[in-house]
């Protein structure tokens, strides 16, 4: 089993940032591809982005590839998700995603994603 951690969600205002972290620990299979979505209020989860294990295919939401940004950590099996000019759409819980694959085709299906966080919360206000 992998267990999937985000952190870095909180309350910022319209136009800030912030960068949420997902930590993978226990079986990683050495390598996992990642993802980032969210789910607002009254909406269905919303894929946001994704990123292969080697860091070198990234993947975009066309709604957000303006103002966020994906990238792997050091250790490999981490993610984050720099998230520039917040707007109060942007308000949802966000979740990160996993699976043991090195690529997969369908990154923004959630179905292709085995493992998934706890979600950290997101707040924009004026």
């Known amino acids: 089993q992998v267990h999937l951690v985000e952190t870095g969600g909180g309350l910022v205002q319209t136009g800030g940032s912030l960068r949420l972290s997902c930590a993978a620990s226990?079986?990683?299979?050495?390598?996992?591809?990642m993802g980032w979505f969210r789910q607002a209020p009254g909406k269905e989860r919303e894929f946001l982005a994704s990123?292969?294990?080697?860091?070198?295919?990234?993947r975009y939401a066309e709604s957000v590839k303006d103002r966020f940004t994906v990238s792997r950590g050091n250790p490999e099996n981490t993610a984050y998700l720099q998230i520039d000019g917040l707007k109060a759409e942007d308000t949802a819980v966000y979740y990160c995603a996993a699976t043991p694959r090195t690529h997969v085709m369908m990154y923004s299906a959630e179905s292709t994603y085995d493992y998934w966080g706890q979600g950290t919360q997101v707040t924009v206000a004026s």
């Open positions: 226990g079986r990683t299979f050495g390598s996992l591809y």
């Open positions: 990123i292969s294990w080697s860091g070198t295919s990234t």
